[in-house]
């Protein structure tokens, strides 16, 4: 298998814009988790689906964030409108049941 | 709410050496435990997942133990190697699947 993949790897943007961050989980995993990591606060979890359900989304910072996951095989995390403090990197990680969580390469993403 | 601390934040040692790493929760309740390894500029990559059930697992040279009474899990990581040289991360399932990352211990080992 391919592992979880993630593009763009890199995104570079000015504020305002919009931001589409694309995942593609491991094959057969029912699970997908949407991270960023800064700095300043380490690895957060903003959400995660169960079978392309929205399970938790408690951990998203703001109303500019979304995510989705129309198939089992791809899900976006979307920023509209995106600010400077928006930037991070972004991994999208898939796990089958209770099993480990396996992490794709993430997304640099940085806000001018 | 849970918390998970990670001691030391950084660790050096020379090549060959045996050494533990160390991560603490707060809320014993928790579904799994699972310890990454990240490269600079890299995801992450799973090394060992232990389950609330279970008391250790080992691979390789890396042996991850559990002790949910007293809220610690460590890392043992025996002759050590350069290329074991990274940020090495604990992270708490606390069911729901929801999961709690500790900062870190980045760990240089000397060749």
């Known amino acids: 298998d391919a592992g979880v993949i993630q593009s763009p790897r890199h995104e570079v943007t000015e504020m305002g814009q919009e931001v589409t961050l694309r995942c593609k989980p491991i094959?057969?995993?029912?699970?997908l988790f949407w991270y960023r990591q800064t700095m300043m606060r380490g690895l957060e979890l903003l959400i995660y689906?169960?079978?392309?359900?929205?399970?938790?989304d408690s951990g998203m910072p703001e109303d500019r964030f979304s995510a989705k996951m129309p198939n089992a095989s791809f899900s976006t995390l979307k920023i509209q409108p995106s600010e400077p403090r928006d930037s991070a990197v972004y991994f999208c990680?898939?796990?089958?049941?209770?099993?480990?969580?396996?992490f794709g390469p993430g997304t640099r993403l940085t806000v001018t | 709410k849970q918390e998970v601390t990670q001691i030391p934040a950084a660790l050096s040692v020379p090549e060959g050496e045996n050494l533990v790493l160390n991560c603490s929760f707060t809320d014993s309740a928790i579904y799994n435990l699972q310890w990454f390894r990240q490269d600079p500029g890299k995801g992450l990559t799973s090394l060992l997942l232990i389950q609330s059930s279970q008391r250790e697992q080992t691979s390789g040279r890396l042996n991850a133990s559990l002790d949910k009474s007293s809220g610690r899990s460590t890392l043992y990581i025996a002759a050590s190697q350069p290329g074991d040289s990274a940020t090495y991360l604990c992270?708490?399932?606390?069911?729901?699947?929801?999961?709690?990352f500790g900062a870190g211990t980045r760990l240089f080992v000397k060749a």
């Open positions: 689906f169960n079978n392309n359900v929205p399970i938790d």
């Open positions: 992270a708490v399932n606390t069911g729901g699947f929801k999961t709690i």
């Open positions: 094959s057969g995993h029912d699970y």
């Open positions: 990680a898939s796990s089958l049941l209770a099993h480990e969580q396996y």
